[in-house]
């Protein structure tokens, strides 16, 4: 496989990649590893907690490094995973 | 971060009935997930949506899709969607069951319905078994494959969906398995905006039931069987679209225009009425 | 009738028509906009006077590739909105009893007809036969009730197909147009009335907002008021056993005692509204036939030659044979003193009459073959069991 030249690009400094926000349903989840498995930047890993059904959970081990990719929310037959864009000011997310 | 907030597809789920009854790691979740995800990205109407569905563990999404649904006898849903379709065209029909109850009993309706060029949309959850009963063969099940009704190996060949699917006229066809997320997700997006017969076949795991006779015995395993053989070729030969250990081949592979039957059926009724003279 | 008229859906008027015709207009003078169905000897006229005619009244006719795709899109159609029919016979009818029970489960408005043949199994297609009657009512697995209606003129395959499309709709129940060969293929006079003259029903609407609607929540009359799939009800619609949400309940023996009772109440505390007859001459019967179909036609002869005679003979024709007029045969039995049963078969309605007449003997008169009973050979029946 060639070598891949990057360049940097001319925006680099103003440019800023999104904040992702990982939000995990807990007991919703049934532990098939798909999220961990599968997520391009290694941002979660089975975490040692038990839930609900009896399996582990993920848990995110470095939000900073999730690029919004969206797999997770979209590859878990569950729907015990998504990820949203932290918006730029501090209001309190409504909890639903 | 553990939240309560809610799910941002939930509303397109009939909450009562979740969670669903499908196991870890099943294939059929993850349809669910991208068949919402493209109602939701095409911001459909959901008054318009009707999704009809077939006996098996997949027919039970019918009854998860917060929209006018419909859970028939085996091997019927796509019979009863063409009543659907054609009594109001104006309705997007989407039947959504799995490879035992589209091909098998239902083989003759799915055939018959792309012939005519019906504009329902297929999506088959493949996942190369009777999971609901216990795991006997079905009409997907690869040759020498373990499952409760071929204990020594299957000896049946394997139908080859696309290939099936093409051949009968559909006008649009494509396979992917479940780890194509994305590409899935826009593939039911096409297929919801075209007019015609559209089929999508999704590869899918069921470690609990296939997985685990056939040396899968985890959801992981089988999803890794499907990113190490699967390789996308748009458009090349249905006919050559193979399901082995080696190479599952995915893509989209036909995508043509053709007039649909209920349209033809509108222009004929038309044009019957134009010429007649009224008595 | 011409192809390049165009005909109003309602063809008020004096019609010489052939039995399948007039069920083919009294469809579509009920409303019906929607056929599904596969040819058969001998409901194929049914199909291709359809094939005809909806299109000139703005309806759907499809030939589905089998039966069992025609009663699926019947049921489809149904929900979708419209009134939805598909015509079989014997064969045919045997293939659409898994869906029946989904019609009835999932409590579909939709109208069924069989012109039986010679059976069992292929038969004899192009001769009448009455032996589909116990299925009409038994075939599908599980327990439950439907409606079926028996025509014995050219005149009645017209009113009964509207009669049966208003009882599918009021009771959200297939109704089964039981007709036979000669009914469906002879020709007769049918006189379709205007307009104002007819009475037509549509199924009750629910009056609720969506977000209160329950579709399988009965009214008072055991029926729930339906909505069809566009409206902006999201409704689920299963044959797995369901709650009033329409949620499958799979577990529940309460849910399963309380549906399949519903079922099958909704159609027996009906039974004074639903169940019809004609009686002729049987204030001061000793001799009572009961037939019904083409055999009807046969003992009305019978009866009125007997009379000549001078034996007080009478007739009771069940025009609906399902749910099956007990009350009727209870009455004639009490002041019968015979029962004479003539029908097309080897014992199916007999077998209801004398449940119902209890002590009071009843013969039975079967005749099985190309044609039906002549009168002549009622007639020897009566008067051998002429007390």
């Known amino acids: 496989m060639p070598e891949r030249i990057w360049r940097k690009p001319l925006d680099s400094e103003k440019a800023k990649l999104p904040k992702a926000e990982i939000h995990i349903i807990r007991d919703q989840c049934k532990g098939c590893g798909y999220c961990i498995q599968y997520c391009p930047q290694k941002v979660l890993e089975e975490s040692n907690d038990i839930n609900a059904r009896g399996v582990h959970p993920p848990r995110v081990v470095d939000e900073s490094k999730c690029v919004l990719c969206s797999f997770c929310t979209s590859v878990c037959p569950d729907f015990a995973i998504f990820v949203i864009e932290k918006k730029e000011c501090k209001e309190n997310v409504k909890h639903g | ?279 | 009738m011409s192809n390049t008229v165009k005909r109003k859906a309602i063809l008020t008027g004096a019609h010489f028509m052939n039995g399948d015709f007039a069920c083919a207009e009294g469809a579509i003078v009920a409303g019906c906009r929607f056929f599904a169905g596969y040819p058969i000897t001998p409901a194929t006229e049914i199909a291709e006077r359809l094939a005809e005619r909806m299109p000139e009244v703005g309806g759907i006719y499809i030939q589905m590739e089998d039966e069992i795709a025609s009663i699926a899109a019947v049921i489809g159609a149904s929900y979708a909105g419209l009134k939805a029919m598909t015509a079989t016979s014997g064969p045919g009818f045997s293939l659409m009893q898994e869906n029946i029970g989904l019609a009835v489960m999932t409590e579909t408005p939709c109208v069924i007809v069989d012109v039986m043949r010679g059976g069992p199994s292929t038969g004899q297609p192009t001769l009448p036969g009455q032996q589909d009657v116990m299925q009409a009512k038994w075939g599908s697995h599980g327990d439950y009730e439907i409606i079926a209606l028996s025509p014995s003129s050219v005149q009645e395959m017209f009113d009964l197909t509207v009669e049966a499309f208003n009882m599918s709709e009021i009771y959200r129940v297939p109704t089964i147009l039981l007709a036979d060969e000669v009914v469906g293929h002879m020709w007769e006079k049918v006189v379709i009335p205007s307009p104002e003259n007819l009475k037509i029903v549509n199924r009750k609407r629910p009056n609720v907002s969506p977000e209160k609607y329950l579709p399988f929540m009965p009214d008072d009359n055991l029926v729930p008021p339906m909505a069809c799939f566009g409206e902006g009800f999201a409704f689920h619609a299963t044959g797995l056993t369901h709650d009033e949400h329409g949620y499958p309940q799979t577990q529940n023996s309460e849910v399963q005692e309380r549906l399949v009772r519903r079922l099958c109440d909704k159609i027996r505390k009906s039974v004074d509204k639903i169940v019809k007859v004609e009686e002729v001459m049987l204030e001061d019967a000793d001799v009572v036939v009961i037939a019904y179909g083409i055999v009807a036609r046969a003992a009305l002869s019978a009866v009125r030659k007997a009379r000549a005679e001078g034996i007080k003979a009478g007739l009771l024709r069940p025009i609906t044979l399902w749910p099956f007029p007990e009350k009727h045969v209870e009455k004639v039995a009490r002041r019968a003193k015979k029962i004479v049963v003539a029908e097309m078969n080897c014992g199916q309605i007999v077998r209801e009459v004398q449940r119902a007449a209890k002590e009071t003997p009843v013969m039975f008169l079967p005749k099985l073959g190309e044609d039906p009973h002549t009168p002549m050979e009622i007639f020897e029946g009566i008067r051998r069991n002429n007390p």
């Not at chain 2, 949506?49 to 998860?64: F, M």
């Not at chain 2, 006997?136 to 099940?141: A, H, N």
């Not at chain 2, 394997?158 to 997320?181: D, E, I, K, M, Q």
Request: charged share 20%.
């Open chain 2, 1 to 279: 971060m553990m939240t309560e907030i809610e799910h941002p597809l939930s509303k397109y789920l009939r909450k009562a009935m979740m969670p669903h009854i499908w196991c870890s790691g099943c294939g059929n979740g993850i349809i669910l997930n991208c068949v919402v995800q493209a109602v939701d990205e095409l911001q459909m109407d959901l008054d318009k949506l009707v999704v009809v569905s077939g006996i098996g563990c997949i027919g039970r999404a019918a009854g998860y899709i917060n929209t006018n649904s419909f859970h028939t006898t085996h091997g019927r849903p796509i019979a009863l969607a063409t009543g659907v379709k054609l009594a109001n065209p104006n309705l997007e029909v989407v039947v959504i069951s799995g490879d035992g109850d589209l091909f098998a009993i239902g083989g003759n309706h799915f055939i018959h319905a792309a012939r005519r060029n019906i504009g329902i949309k297929v999506i088959c959850a493949n996942n190369f078994n009777y999971g609901m009963t216990g795991g006997q063969q079905g009409p997907t099940t690869p040759l020498e494959a373990l499952t409760t009704t071929t204990p020594y190996g299957n000896i049946e060949h394997p139908f080859n969906l696309v290939h099936l699917a093409a051949a009968s006229g559909a006008t649009y066809v494509a396979r992917w398995t479940t780890l194509h997320v994305r590409r899935l997700t826009q593939s039911i997006k096409r297929l919801l905006q075209k007019e015609g017969f559209g089929f999508i076949e999704v590869v899918s795991p069921c470690p609990e039931i296939f997985g685990r006779r056939n040396k899968m015995k985890t959801g992981l395993e089988m999803m890794e069987w499907f990113r190490r053989s699967s390789v996308v070729e748009n458009f090349s030969d249905p006919s050559k679209a193979e399901i082995t250990p080696e190479r599952i081949v995915v893509g989209e592979f036909v995508n043509i225009d053709k007039i649909s039957y209920e349209r033809l059926l509108h222009e004929k009724i038309a044009h019957i009425n134009e010429e007649k003279t009224w008595r």
